[in-house]
């Protein structure tokens, strides 16, 4: 079953492009462009990842980060920060209000992945031990190599 990500992003080609990221690496996703809504669609779907813009209208990132680890049904639930904020003492801030994870924009997709991936490894990360059987089925044919050769 894949891996569920709420993305809280204002800025739409933003969110776009975290979301088909996302799901082109098979995450489920829910966007979620206006911050005021982002804690009742947390608790609706029910994330395995929240990716948490900071800088919003009406409400920050900083606040609804506070509010969902205040929050029994959502403190578990990790969150990966992602701004145009980028010094030391910003990430400090992100971090101490709960997050997880920070990225800062312009985003490396490659990075934004790999954040993704460490906070919540995907299904296909847990199939990797595939390969064995490849390796009982070469085994199997000894003669395969010598009959390629002649």
């Known amino acids: 079953m894949a891996k569920r990500v709420l ?3 204002d800025n739409e ?3 776009k492009l975290f979301c088909d990221l996302l799901r082109a690496h098979d995450f489920a996703v829910e966007p979620v462009s206006d911050g005021r809504e982002a804690v009742a669609r947390a608790r609706e779907f029910v994330p395995d990842l929240i990716v948490m813009d900071i800088q919003m209208p009406h409400v920050t990132g900083f606040d609804l980060i506070r509010e969902m680890k205040r929050d029994p049904e959502l403190r578990a639930i990790p969150v990966m920060a992602v701004t145009a904020y980028a010094g030391r ?13 920070y990225v800062s924009k312009p985003i490396s997709l ?5 954040e993704v991936r460490a906070l919540v490894p995907s ?9 064995e059987p490849e390796a009982d089925v070469e085994d199997e044919a000894p003669g395969e190599p ?3 050769g002649a």
């Open 89 to 101: 003492e910003d990430e400090e801030r992100i971090r101490s209000a709960g997050a997880n994870a």
């Open 110 to 114: 490659a990075r934004f992945i790999g």
């Open 7 to 9: 993305v809280v992003e």
């Open 13 to 15: 080609l933003n969110l």
């Open 123 to 131: 299904d296909a990360v847990e199939e990797e031990p595939e390969p």
């Open 146 to 148: 010598e009959e390629e």
